[in-house]
């Protein structure tokens, strides 16, 4: 059974940062893209960014130079570091497991989910 449990969240002011952690359990990290995904009221979920086991990423052109994704095999563990932070980027963030190579950014690819966590950021 896959459990993905996301923590981190909170609210920051425009400029700020806040690391994002998500620990999945039962999933073949080998074989699998694991990303960040986030809904804001009203709009489409969208892909923020992914990793594979082999260390491939890929990042979302709105992140590119103030988000990182990285992984920690060892703990299992997945953190997405945000830095220079916007009211743009205000949203749930969900952390996902299952994605494949096909798209690694479209959430429809992911089959297991987080709970999610809010971010906020004023201006």
């Known amino acids: 059974q896959v459990h993905v449990v996301e923590s981190g969240g909170g609210s920051v002011q425009t400029g700020g940062s806040l690391r994002l952690s998500c620990a999945a359990s039962?999933?073949?990290?080998?074989?699998?893209?694991m990303g960040w995904f986030r809904q804001a009221p009203g709009k489409e979920r969208e892909g923020v960014a992914a990793i594979h086991s082999d260390g491939s990423t890929r990042n979302a052109d709105s992140v590119k130079g103030r988000f990182t994704i990285s992984k920690d095999n060892a703990k299992n563990t997945l953190y997405l570091q945000m830095n220079s932070l916007k009211p743009e980027d205000t949203a749930m963030y969900y952390c996902a497991a299952g994605g494949t190579w096909v798209r690694p950014l479209q959430w429809r690819e992911y089959s297991y989910w987080g709970q999610g966590t809010q971010v906020t950021v004023s201006s």
């Open positions: 039962g999933v073949t990290y080998s074989r699998y893209w």
